[in-house]
C-alpha cells in the first residue's frame, strides 16, 4: 500500500464506524484500478472509477466508466450497491459532474443514493463541471473531500487533462531500434527489427490511439497499414504529414481509405498533388508552412479540435525529429533489438535539429524497462523542467 498524497480528514458517516484515512486510501487505490479498465474505451472523457462503501465501511458496491456515451463510474457503482449505499461513502477518482451530457449529472445519482460523504481524488477541470459538482454536494449537506490520491489520479487522466486544458492530444512517441541505435540499414531494410512480442505490443498500443501519424517518407518506404491487429477498443485514423503532398499513387494507406479514415496535412502547393487521394477517400488537411515545415502546434490543434485524446507518432526520423523540436511529445515508447547493423548510411530514429548541450537534453520520469522476448521495451514520460 503507498501513503496517501494528500491525507484527508474522515469525518463521521452517518451513524456508523468511520473508515479511516488508510482504509479510505486502499479503497482510492481500488477505485484507480478500476478506472483503468475504460483505457481506450472512454475518450474523450476520462477514465474514473468508483467504490460506494456502507455506514459501517464496508464495501457494498463498485463500477468504472465502461465505453463514451454510456453510464458513469458513479452510476454503476450505485446499481451495484443498491439501498445499502444509503447513509454511506463514496470513494471516486474524479469530481462527479453536474451538467447534462451524454447522460444525466452523477451529482442526482450521487444524492438520489443517500450517501453522506464523497471522497474525491481530484476536482474536474472541465469547464462544465470544474468544482461546480463539489459545490453542489456540499450545498446538499454530503461532506466531500478532494485530494486523496491526488498524484496517481492526475497521472491517469494527464491525457484527458492535456485535452481539456490545452485543446491538443497527448504525444506519444514510438521508434524501434537496434543495439546501436538504427531503424534501417543504408539500404532502408527495417522487416523486422523487433521481434513478435514488440510487434504484438505495438498494435495493443495502436488499439488505443485516436491517431497515428507518420511522415512522407515512411509511406514510400515502408508502406505502412497502420491498423492495429487484431482491433482494439479504438480504430484510429491514419494521418500522414508531408509538406509537399508527393506520395506513392499505389500504396496500402490510399488503398484502404474508404475502409479506415486517411487524413493528410500538407501545404496548399502539396493539396494540388493530392486530389486522387481524395478521390480515393482520404481528407485534406492544408496548412501554410513555417519555413519548409508543417507546423506541429496546428496539427495537434487541429487534432485536438477532433477531440482526439492520445496520438501516436510512429515516424519516421524527420516527423519524430519535428515533435522534439517543438518539443511537442509527451511519452516515448521505445523497441530495442540486441542487433547491430552498422555503417554511417544507416538510418537513426530521430532527425531534426536536436539540442546544442547536453543540459537541453529532454529526460524522463517514471520510465520503465520490460523484457518482450529478446527485445527491451522502454517506456516512460517526457520530463519537462517546471511542468
Not at 10 to 20: A, E, L, M
Not at 118 to 133: I, L, T
Request: glycine share 12%; with cysteine.
Amino acid at each position: 500500500m503507498h501513503r496517501a498524497d494528500r491525507p484527508v480528514r474522515v469525518s463521521q458517516i452517518g451513524t456508523g464506524v468511520k473508515p479511516n484515512a488508510a482504509i479510505l486510501e486502499a479503497w482510492m487505490h481500488h477505485a484507480l484500478e478500476l478506472a483503468e479498465r475504460g483505457r481506450g474505451f472512454v475518450e474523450p472523457n476520462p477514465m474514473v472509477g468508483a467504490v460506494v462503501l456502507d455506514a459501517q465501511g464496508n464495501k457494498v458496491g463498485e463500477g468504472w466508466h465502461r465505453k463514451f456515451g454510456e453510464a458513469h463510474a458513479e452510476v454503476n457503482a450505485f446499481a451495484d450497491s443498491g439501498h445499502l449505499a444509503r447513509g454511506g461513502t463514496l470513494v471516486v477518482t474524479l469530481e462527479p459532474c453536474c451538467h447534462h451530457g451524454k447522460t444525466p449529472p452523477c451529482t442526482d445519482a450521487v444524492l438520489a443514493a443517500g450517501v453522506k460523504h464523497v471522497v474525491a481524488a481530484m476536482a474536474d477541470p472541465f469547464a462544465k463541471v470544474a468544482g461546480g459538482g463539489i459545490a453542489q454536494l456540499r450545498q446538499a449537506g454530503i461532506n466531500v473531500d478532494v485530494g486523496l490520491c491526488e498524484h496517481e489520479a492526475l497521472r491517469l487522466n494527464a491525457p484527458y487533462l492535456k485535452l481539456v486544458r490545452t485543446g491538443q492530444p497527448w504525444v506519444h512517441l514510438k521508434w524501434a531500434m537496434t543495439l546501436d541505435g538504427r531503424i534501417a540499414t543504408r539500404a532502408s531494410d527495417s522487416k523486422w527489427i523487433s521481434g513478435e512480442e514488440s510487434r504484438r505490443l505495438v498494435h495493443e498500443i495502436r488499439g488505443r490511439m485516436d491517431a497515428i501519424l507518420v511522415g512522407r517518407g515512411t509511406v514510400a518506404l515502408d508502406d505502412p497499414l497502420l491498423t492495429a491487429r487484431p482491433p482494439g477498443p479504438r480504430t484510429a485514423t491514419r494521418v500522414i504529414v508531408t509538406a509537399s503532398g508527393n506520395l506513392p499513387d499505389v500504396c496500402q494507406l490510399r488503398g484502404t481509405a474508404r475502409q479506415v479514415p486517411v487524413l493528410i496535412f500538407t501545404s496548399p502547393a502539396g493539396a494540388d498533388r493530392l486530389a486522387a487521394w481524395a478521390k480515393d477517400g482520404a481528407e485534406i488537411q492544408m496548412c501554410a508552412l513555417h519555413g519548409d515545415q508543417l507546423p506541429v502546434g496546428e496539427i495537434l490543434n487541429e487534432l485536438g479540435r477532433r477531440r482526439m485524446t492520445n496520438i501516436l507518432v510512429e515516424g519516421g526520423a524527420g516527423l519524430l525529429g519535428s515533435f522534439l523540436d517543438e518539443r511537442a511529445g509527451d511519452e516515448a515508447h521505445v523497441f530495442i533489438a540486441p542487433k547491430l547493423i552498422g555503417g554511417e548510411a544507416a538510418r537513426s530514429p530521430i532527425h531534426g535539429t536536436g539540442v546544442a548541450t547536453m543540459a537541453e537534453a529532454m529526460t524522463f520520469e517514471n520510465g520503465a524497462w520490460t523484457s518482450l522476448g529478446a527485445d527491451l521495451y522502454w517506456r516512460g514520460r517526457i520530463h519537462e523542467p517546471g511542468g
